[in-house]
């Protein structure tokens, strides 16, 4: 694993303590994201991948457990089950979303990173279905 990588879960961890992150493939796993209203959960982990030419290539996906819906229905944009599984317990849907804009320095704090990449996930969330 790099060093931008480790520096980067770190920083994710300052934030998000109870986070896991799997080596092996680079996934991380956060539990309990909170969900506003309208979902049928008020909280949901949520998972991605950091993928290999990270940071010059951001992340893609919002992987979160079956069954979650907005106002009763499955929201738009997701497909469950992924077809590419997080290595965590249970079956995974995923969001297709990615970052409006994606601009990472090697500075890790004046560009953009994975903390970034996840408090972005409550946009997604807002949007509802």
């Known amino acids: 694993m790099s060093d931008r990588i480790q520096q980067e879960i770190e ?3 300052s934030q998000f303590p109870s986070l896991e992150h799997v ?5 991380v796993r956060i ?9 049928n959960r008020d909280t949901s982990d949520v998972a991605f991948h950091i993928p290999p030419a990270y940071p010059g290539t951001h992340p ?4 979160v457990p079956t069954g979650l819906q907005f106002q009763g229905a499955a929201p738009g944009n997701y497909k ?3 077809d590419n599984k997080p290595p965590f317990p249970g079956q995974w849907g995923i969001f297709s979303w990615q970052p409006k804009e994606w601009r990472a320095t090697a500075d890790l704090n004046s560009g953009h990173n994975l903390l970034n990449w996840v408090t972005g996930f409550a946009v997604r969330f ?3 279905n």
């Open 60 to 63: 893609y996906g919002i992987y």
């Open 80 to 82: 469950e089950p992924a």
């Open 11 to 13: 920083l994710l961890r």
């Open 31 to 39: 539990p309990a994201y909170p969900l506003p209203v309208g979902w």
């Open 126 to 128: 807002k949007e509802g």
């Open 23 to 27: 080596p092996n493939g680079n996934w």
